[in-house]
């Protein structure tokens, strides 16, 4: 069965220190990668989504991810983390050959101190 | 800004009332679903659709229901609601590039 994995499920970060949220996908065939946030009590957002062209894909408030189609991976990152990041971070995927219905992973709640 | 809209945003209902959460969405995505969140824990599919007439059932068993008669509309209904269905209820719908969730409803079963 298809299956999306996040291996972090918290992180502890102070302010400017540098993240990286790992994203798993047991998928074959073409995939469409996104990253969604949710912030204390809001709604989930999306963060960035691949489709094709460029591996690495830059999204909103300086994140960005990395599309290693031989690891099957599609890792979260950003160089500086601020106290407005804490939050709960979420990897999904659909593939063309599962009816592009989105699978989401666990979430990685990440929490950074200021 | 997308247009999916979730009511009530909030519930708080006594046991074994009958409850529908209602989902609308205005992008005529086929793909709808219906996910569950406890605060600050992980989504669980429960209901998903792949377009009119089509409902499964997600990765968590779930007493509610859902029905899709109509592409914008994907209420789901609680027969007899619980103390252990209190949760958060998020409804998302989806194209192959791009999906979008509603602001949640916080069901409180007393």
């Known amino acids: 069965a298809q299956s999306v994995s996040q291996h972090n499920h918290h992180v502890i970060l102070s302010e400017a220190a540098s993240l990286e949220l790992g994203c798993n996908y047991s998928?074959?065939?073409?995939?469409?990668l996104f990253w969604y946030v949710q912030y204390p009590g809001q709604h989930l957002q999306l963060l960035l989504k691949?489709?094709?062209?460029?591996?690495l894909v830059k999204g909103i408030k300086g994140f960005e991810a990395e599309f290693i189609k031989s690891k099957f991976s599609f890792n979260l990152r950003k160089p500086s983390v601020q106290w407005s990041d804490t939050a709960e971070y979420f990897c999904?995927?659909?593939?063309?050959?599962?009816?592009?219905?989105?699978?989401f992973g666990g979430g990685t709640r990440l929490m950074v101190k200021p | 800004e997308a247009d999916i809209y979730q009511t009530p945003r909030y519930l708080v209902i006594g046991t074994g009332k009958k409850i529908t959460l209602e989902c609308s969405q205005t992008?005529?995505?086929?793909?709808m679903y219906w996910y569950q969140q406890d605060p600050g824990m992980e989504l669980h599919l429960i209901h998903y659709?792949?377009?009119?007439?089509?409902?499964e059932k997600g990765d968590l068993s779930s007493e509610s229901t859902v029905s899709r008669i109509r592409t914008e509309h994907f209420p789901l209904t609680l027969e007899s609601a619980r103390p252990s269905h209190t949760s958060q209820y998020l409804c998302?719908?989806?194209?192959?590039?791009?999906?979008?969730f509603g602001q949640g409803t916080r069901l409180t079963v007393v």
């Open positions: 999904a995927v659909n593939a063309d050959n599962a009816g592009n219905m989105l699978t």
């Open positions: 998302a719908s989806s194209s192959r590039r791009e999906a979008f």
């Open positions: 659709s792949y377009g009119v007439n089509s409902t």
């Open positions: 691949y489709f094709s062209g460029d591996p």
């Open positions: 998928y074959g065939g073409t995939v469409n």
């Open positions: 992008m005529g995505h086929d793909k």
